[in-house]
């Protein structure tokens, strides 16, 4: 039965990806042991269960049933082992996170090492990068975010704490140029673009007294995917940035940076947990999740720098 159960899950993988080589990154094999596996299984059931040309892979009929129920029969399998673990307070397995860069720098290893300590079973794979990872497609067991509501609808997610951001420039900039007075000032400054946010040219901000909104389209002379390299660039005077409170909070204590429109305040992100559909999350995940809620919770002075 496990011969058949690894068949099913690789089967899965290529009919989730449509690709043998992606699914055999995903699960670190080689692409003829891939097929393989998927060879074996098709032999097995008397069914042909991909239809395979030179571009594409894509689902017969029966593919497509017997896709959902060994989806639904692997997750049953996953979820009993992490019960089961749970119940002798022991994890095993692999768990690939992915998180922002700066994030996982300055704030993931204390708690990756904590959690490896209370899991030695347990394989953590970490992969970093501001780029939205798609958790589903790329093989991640889950993804820690500091954003917005997710576009993809599927996706399942959780928040863990708001993250504070801030309007930014250094003194210098401030002593060339007039500061601004409210945010539709900012069209006639130099600010910096941070690429990975949904409307990346668009900034909006409402005034906490009044309500008011004003949102504000700009055209920067600089723009960068990551959110360190863009408070580096405007403590040595390049423009206005846009940032979370965490990667300027050094800068502001040394005064190389100074916040702006106080009054004002972006719209609302956090740090936030996503999930694959799953419908259940395998007790790894759901054991790391709230591990990462807790000690967040639990450090004052990282509260400080987020909240």
């Known amino acids: 039965m496990s011969g058949q159960l690894e068949r099913m899950r690789v089967f899965v993988s290529v009919a989730e990806l ?7 990154r995903r699960l670190q094999m080689s692409t003829s042991a891939v097929t393989r596996h998927v060879g074996e299984l098709e032999r097995e059931l008397g069914a042909q269960l991909l239809m395979r040309t030179t571009r594409r892979v ?25 019960r089961a673990q749970q119940t002798q307070g022991a994890l095993s397995g692999e768990l690939r996170i992915s998180a922002p860069l700066s994030l996982g720098i300055r704030l ?27 958790v589903v497609g790329e093989g991640f067991d889950m993804a820690l975010r500091v954003s917005g509501p997710p576009a993809d609808k599927s996706t399942i997610w959780r928040k863990i704490c708001v993250v504070p951001r801030l309007l930014v420039a250094s003194p210098g900039y401030l002593r060339a140029r007039r500061p601004p007075r409210a ?51 405007a403590a040595l005077g390049e423009g206005i940035a846009l940032l979370p409170r965490f990667l300027v ?43 990462v809620e807790r000690w967040i919770a639990a450090e004052p002075s990282m509260l400080t720098e987020l909240q």
């Open 108 to 134: 993931l290893p204390p708690a990756l090492a904590r959690f490896r300590a209370a899991h030695p079973a347990l394989r953590l794979s970490l992969n970093l990068t501001d780029r939205f990872v798609d």
């Open 183 to 233: 945010p539709r000032d900012l069209a006639d400054h130099a600010c910096i673009g941070y690429t990975n946010l949904a409307t990346p040219d668009r900034w909006t901000f409402t005034h906490a007294p009044s309500k008011q909104r004003q949102s504000v389209r700009l055209s920067f002379g600089f723009a960068c995917d990551n959110g360190d390299v863009a408070a580096e660039m």
């Open 18 to 24: 449509r690709s043998f080589a992606a699914a055999a």
């Open 249 to 291: 909070a050094k800068n502001l204590e040394a005064g190389t940076l100074t916040p702006l429109l106080p009054a004002w305040s972006a719209p609302e992100i956090w740090l936030t947990a996503f999930f694959p559909p799953y419908e259940a999350l395998p007790g790894r995940v759901e054991a790391f999740a709230r591990f």
């Open 58 to 82: 894509s689902l017969t009929r029966p593919g497509e049933d017997y896709a959902k129920a060994a989806k639904s029969i692997l997750d049953e399998v996953e979820t009993a082992n992490a």
